[in-house]
């Protein structure tokens, strides 16, 4: 079964992947402002967001049928993260680029790339201590 749900998020991210490519011939390879890296920037989060939406509802779709508690529980962890990735977003700054002489970006696309770039560092954080975490507990668990 979870064979079938990868091979289908697989063929649809490149079903996406190959109309954007399509799309992308059609127009030239040219963004909005005529940045042909325009494109390939949109193809990537178009590709991030299918395939995170596909990986939460594949872990939803299948903790609910091998565990009913389980798919409570991590609805509550999704819940968890989103509420983390709201209050990051909510604390981060958009003050202007200090020593940027072009054309400053927007206060949304800096509060946007600032939070971005903290959840990257909280996550890694995480990641490493998890790992310590993981790796002190083994070590007790060997004696």
Do not use: H
Not at 20 to 27: A, C, K
Not at 32 to 41: F, I, S, T
Not at 107 to 112: I, Q, R
Not at 114 to 134: D, F
């Amino acid at each position: 079964m979870y064979s079938k749900i990868f091979k289908w998020t697989s063929w649809i991210l490149i079903i996406i992947s190959f109309l954007i490519l399509v799309w992308g011939f059609l127009s030239g390879w040219e963004g909005g402002n005529g940045a042909k890296v325009d494109v390939l920037l949109r193809w990537a989060y178009i590709l991030l967001i299918v395939a995170v939406v596909a990986a939460v509802l594949a872990a939803i779709v299948i903790s609910g049928l091998n565990n009913p508690k389980g798919l409570i529980k991590g609805l509550i962890g999704i819940a968890v993260v989103l509420a983390l990735c709201y209050v990051v977003y909510l604390l981060s700054s958009d003050a202007p680029l200090v020593g940027y002489l072009g054309d400053q970006p927007s206060a949304n696309t800096l509060k946007l790339s600032t939070a971005l770039l903290n959840i990257t560092y909280i996550v890694g954080g995480c990641a490493i201590l998890s790992i310590l975490v993981g790796e002190v507990v083994a070590a007790f668990r060997k004696k």
